[in-house]
């Protein structure tokens, strides 16, 4: 989705005359405060990562990026608001937006009176059917989703009798729309559809109705982790426990830190693996490499060379994962969380990886470390008779510079 984002932005700027020397600004959209502040620090870590890649690498046609933040505090009116100090303070070439629906739907009109590309990730099907040719979705929409819960539910789970939960704002009403059809294409008729409403504390009615009618499996749009965590404790607390299939709400940080045990044994549609591609695998081989997992890190880099993963993007997942451990190491010690992340540029689930990456390097080690991924870049870049021998040597080398490996 990032490079996909920053693409079409390096398409439209084709177009744009300015002096060499201009930097490019990139507006962004997000939740930096307010309940859903966890999941936007994610996006907003992702972003800043990308633009310090790109600008590393000489920037979109020469130009370095400026990265313009805005808060929407986690509200609809809040984003109207970004959007609209982003458009009207002028020279922002696109905006990448929030991934909430509800959001993107208030923003709407605000976004088409400004007339610059929003690159968006919110999933409702019919945010890009509104007639405002300036929205541009960069993740699948839940027509998608929707079809894989059916076809899970129905052929894997073998189950027929389907409770649906789901928001009522605009991501949890596509969402349920778009699954009420998908089953129908199977012959199936929900039992249940059941709406709340966004920041709700009791869904024991919603619970009891699910029991009273004689569901064997749930389906959920959910639009915020705090409703789900909540709803997951309740549903376990009444007794419920059929098999439940959601949308990526369920494997969020927050939900699963909220809900603990309550989500065992849940499914999930998401937008990531660590398979999903070659860029993935690519830091399965680093992050199995800063652990020291020499068999593991050498197994995911055959199968990603068997897969036909660059081995220019091996070298490159690599040295971000050094130098994203250097500058945890280096950090001052005391740091809160939340400042620790600025120091590093990571969100929080990275920032643990990191914690626990960290035992064992020390500066000589990391030092050793990223000097042998200089050569192995050297050389598959240099077109080495043999790259597959320059990573295996790479990954054996990383793993040897930890001095307790």
Not at 124 to 129: E, F, G, N, V, Y
Request: aromatic share 6%; net charge positive; hydrophobic share 40%.
């Amino acid at each position: 989705m990032r490079r996909l984002s920053f693409s079409l932005v390096a398409a439209a700027l084709l177009c744009i005359p300015a002096l060499a020397a201009d930097p490019i600004k990139i507006g962004l959209v997000n939740e930096t405060t307010g309940p859903n502040a966890e999941a936007g620090s994610y996006t907003v870590n992702g972003t800043k990562l990308a633009v310090e890649e790109i600008n590393a690498k000489g920037g979109i046609l020469g130009r370095q990026i400026e990265l313009r933040i805005e808060d929407n505090q986690s509200t609809n009116p809040g984003t109207v608001l970004a959007y609209s100090k982003l458009t009207g303070e002028g020279g922002i070439t696109a905006i990448v937006g929030p991934i909430r629906s509800t959001q993107i739907q208030a923003a709407s009109p605000t976004i088409q009176k400004g007339g610059i590309p929003a690159l968006v990730g919110g999933t409702d099907p019919s945010l890009t059917k509104v007639n405002n040719p300036w929205i541009f979705r960069v993740r699948p929409n839940d027509s998608y989703s929707s079809r894989v819960i059916a076809d899970f539910g129905v052929n894997s789970l073998q189950l027929k009798k389907w409770a649906i939960v789901h928001s009522t704002d605009a991501f949890g009403s596509g969402g349920m729309k778009a699954l009420t059809t998908a089953l129908q294409s199977y012959g199936v008729t929900p039992v249940l559809i059941q709406g709340y409403t966004n920041n709700s504390q009791d869904y024991t009615p919603i619970v009891l109705a699910i029991k009273k009618s004689g569901a064997d499996i749930l389906a959920t749009y959910m639009t915020n982790s705090q409703d789900l965590g909540i709803f997951a404790k309740q549903l376990r607390q009444l007794g419920v426990g059929i098999p439940w299939v959601g949308s990526p709400s369920i494997v969020t940080d927050t939900a699963m830190k909220l809900a603990g045990p309550a989500l065992f044994g849940t499914y999930a549609v998401a937008d990531f693996t660590p398979g999903s591609g070659a860029e993935a695998k690519s830091f399965a081989v680093a992050d199995h490499a800063l652990y020291g997992q020499t068999a593991r890190a050498l197994e995911e880099l055959r199968w990603a060379l068997d897969r036909g993963t660059a081995p220019v993007l091996v070298t490159s997942a690599m040295a971000g994962g050094l130098r994203s451990l250097a500058k945890f190491i280096s950090a001052p010690r005391g740091m809160r969380n939340n400042d620790l992340m600025r120091e590093v540029g990571v969100p929080a689930w990275k920032l643990d990886t990191l914690r626990r990456q960290s035992h064992g390097w020390d500066a000589d080690g990391l030092g050793r470390a990223i000097r042998s991924v200089a050569r192995a870049d050297a050389d598959v870049k240099g077109q080495a008779s043999d790259p597959a021998y320059a990573l295996e040597k790479m990954v054996l080398d990383v793993v040897r510079a930890r001095p307790r490996s």
